[in-house]
Nanobody
Framework: QVQLVESGGGLVQAGGSLRLSCAASGRTVSSANMGWFRRAPGKEREFVATITWSGGITAYADSVKGRFTISRDAAKNTVYLQMNNLRPEDTAVYYC????????????WGQGTQVTVSS
């Protein structure tokens, strides 16, 4: 059974930084691609970043590229999202997910962590 637990969210002023963590467990995660998504109030869920487990290849949404960095620590079974130069429009609940080989969500999600960026 796959378990994903996000942490690291909080309240930060515009221009500040946060690092989100996604602690993963389960057989599916051992060689899985992973991704971060977010859902802002009144909006649909959107893609933020992905990373391949085997090669560490990353991809980012245009809205966060140059500001966010996705990474992993295999020994800790943890995926991170370093968020710099945060903007109010980054305010959302951030979720990590297990992705399939096509980088599409598999249905395994964490519970989410709230990020709030004040003006």
């Amino acid at each position: 059974q796959v378990q994903l637990v996000e942490s690291g969210g909080g309240l930060v002023q515009a221009g500040g930084s946060l690092r989100l963590s996604c602690a993963a467990s389960g057989r599916t995660v051992s060689s899985a691609n992973m991704g971060w998504f977010r859902r802002a109030p009144g909006k649909e869920r959107e893609f933020v970043a992905t990373i391949t487990w085997s090669g560490g290849i990353t991809a980012y949404a245009d809205s966060v590229k140059g500001r966010f960095t996705i990474s992993r620590d295999a020994a800790k079974n943890t995926v991170y999202l370093q968020m710099n130069n945060l903007r109010p429009e980054d305010t959302a609940v951030y979720y990590c997910a297990v992705l399939d080989y096509r980088l599409a969500p598999t249905g395994y999600w964490g519970q989410g962590t709230q990020v709030t960026v004040s003006s």
